[in-house]
Nanobody, 124 residues
Framework: QLVESGGGLVQAGGSLRLSCAASGRPISRYHMGWFRQAPGKEREFVGTSKWSGGSVYDSEYSDSVKGRFTILRDNAKNTVTLQMNSLKPEDTAVYYC????????????????WGQGTQVTVSS
Protein backbone atom coordinates (compact mmCIF):
# COMPACT_ATOMS: atom_id res chain seq x y z
CA GLN A 1 0.00 0.00 0.00
CA LEU A 2 1.21 3.49 -0.89
CA VAL A 3 -0.06 6.65 0.78
CA GLU A 4 0.84 10.12 -0.45
CA SER A 5 0.74 13.27 1.64
CA GLY A 6 1.91 16.85 1.50
CA GLY A 7 -0.15 18.34 -1.29
CA GLY A 8 -1.78 21.74 -1.05
CA LEU A 9 -2.04 25.22 -2.46
CA VAL A 10 1.09 27.26 -3.11
CA GLN A 11 1.93 30.40 -5.04
CA ALA A 12 4.04 30.28 -8.16
CA GLY A 13 7.71 30.16 -7.28
CA GLY A 14 7.04 28.37 -4.03
CA SER A 15 7.91 24.88 -2.85
CA LEU A 16 6.12 21.78 -1.66
CA ARG A 17 7.31 18.42 -0.44
CA LEU A 18 5.26 15.33 -1.16
CA SER A 19 5.78 12.11 0.74
CA CYS A 20 4.90 8.56 -0.19
CA ALA A 21 4.82 6.00 2.61
CA ALA A 22 4.85 2.33 1.67
CA SER A 23 3.63 -0.55 3.77
CA GLY A 24 3.36 -4.28 3.26
CA ARG A 25 6.62 -4.76 1.41
CA PRO A 26 10.01 -3.03 1.22
CA ILE A 27 10.57 -0.55 -1.59
CA SER A 28 14.28 -1.31 -1.90
CA ARG A 29 13.87 -3.43 -5.05
CA TYR A 30 11.26 -1.29 -6.73
CA HIS A 31 11.47 1.68 -9.03
CA MET A 32 9.57 4.35 -7.11
CA GLY A 33 8.00 6.85 -9.42
CA TRP A 34 5.94 9.99 -9.32
CA PHE A 35 3.32 10.79 -11.90
CA ARG A 36 0.79 13.57 -12.18
CA GLN A 37 -2.55 14.02 -13.84
CA ALA A 38 -4.18 17.34 -14.63
CA PRO A 39 -7.91 17.58 -15.44
CA GLY A 40 -8.63 16.31 -18.92
CA LYS A 41 -5.10 15.02 -19.42
CA GLU A 42 -3.40 11.66 -19.26
CA ARG A 43 -1.23 10.62 -16.36
CA GLU A 44 2.23 12.07 -16.95
CA PHE A 45 5.65 10.86 -15.81
CA VAL A 46 7.36 13.25 -13.38
CA GLY A 47 10.33 11.28 -12.15
CA THR A 48 11.52 8.06 -10.62
CA SER A 49 14.06 6.70 -8.21
CA LYS A 50 15.17 3.80 -10.32
CA TRP A 51 16.66 0.66 -8.80
CA SER A 52 19.73 -0.31 -10.82
CA GLY A 53 20.56 -3.45 -8.85
CA GLY A 54 22.19 -4.09 -5.48
CA SER A 55 22.13 -0.84 -3.54
CA VAL A 56 22.42 1.43 -6.57
CA TYR A 57 19.67 3.89 -7.31
CA ASP A 58 19.46 6.55 -10.01
CA SER A 59 16.95 9.30 -10.52
CA GLU A 60 15.29 10.18 -13.80
CA TYR A 61 13.09 13.20 -14.43
CA SER A 62 10.89 14.56 -17.15
CA ASP A 63 12.24 17.58 -18.98
CA SER A 64 9.43 19.72 -17.60
CA VAL A 65 10.59 19.29 -13.98
CA LYS A 66 14.31 18.63 -14.34
CA GLY A 67 16.29 21.02 -12.17
CA ARG A 68 13.25 21.93 -10.09
CA PHE A 69 12.08 18.62 -8.62
CA THR A 70 14.13 16.09 -6.64
CA ILE A 71 13.22 12.56 -5.58
CA LEU A 72 14.65 11.30 -2.31
CA ARG A 73 14.38 7.65 -1.33
CA ASP A 74 14.71 6.34 2.23
CA ASN A 75 14.63 2.56 2.15
CA ALA A 76 15.02 2.30 5.93
CA LYS A 77 11.81 4.30 6.42
CA ASN A 78 10.17 2.83 3.33
CA THR A 79 9.38 6.30 2.04
CA VAL A 80 9.94 8.35 -1.09
CA THR A 81 9.81 12.14 -1.15
CA LEU A 82 9.25 14.51 -4.05
CA GLN A 83 10.75 17.91 -3.32
CA MET A 84 9.23 20.47 -5.67
CA ASN A 85 10.82 23.90 -6.01
CA SER A 86 10.13 26.87 -8.27
CA LEU A 87 6.60 25.68 -8.81
CA LYS A 88 4.64 26.89 -11.81
CA PRO A 89 0.88 27.02 -12.44
CA GLU A 90 1.33 24.26 -15.03
CA ASP A 91 2.51 21.95 -12.24
CA THR A 92 -1.05 21.91 -10.92
CA ALA A 93 -2.27 18.30 -10.90
CA VAL A 94 -3.01 15.31 -8.75
CA TYR A 95 0.32 13.67 -7.94
CA TYR A 96 0.60 9.91 -7.63
CA CYS A 97 3.29 7.72 -6.20
CA UNK A 98 3.83 4.33 -7.83
CA UNK A 99 6.00 1.25 -7.40
CA UNK A 100 7.28 -0.66 -10.40
CA UNK A 101 9.25 -3.87 -10.67
CA UNK A 102 9.30 -3.96 -14.46
CA UNK A 103 11.77 -2.08 -16.62
CA UNK A 104 8.98 0.12 -17.97
CA UNK A 105 9.41 2.72 -15.23
CA UNK A 106 8.83 5.59 -17.66
CA UNK A 107 5.25 4.52 -18.32
CA UNK A 108 2.34 4.33 -15.91
CA UNK A 109 1.52 0.87 -17.28
CA UNK A 110 4.78 -0.38 -15.80
CA UNK A 111 3.69 0.34 -12.23
CA UNK A 112 2.03 -2.31 -10.12
CA UNK A 113 1.11 -0.33 -7.05
CA TRP A 114 -0.31 3.18 -6.77
CA GLY A 115 -1.24 5.58 -4.05
CA GLN A 116 -4.53 7.46 -3.95
CA GLY A 117 -2.98 10.74 -5.10
CA THR A 118 -2.58 14.16 -3.56
CA GLN A 119 -3.67 17.47 -5.06
CA VAL A 120 -1.11 20.16 -5.82
CA THR A 121 -2.43 23.56 -6.88
CA VAL A 122 -0.09 26.35 -7.92
CA SER A 123 -1.62 29.80 -8.18
CA SER A 124 -0.23 32.51 -10.44
Amino acid sequence: QLVESGGGLVQAGGSLRLSCAASGRPISRYHMGWFRQAPGKEREFVGTSKWSGGSVYDSEYSDSVKGRFTILRDNAKNTVTLQMNSLKPEDTAVYYCGAAYSTRWLHSEGYTYWGQGTQVTVSS
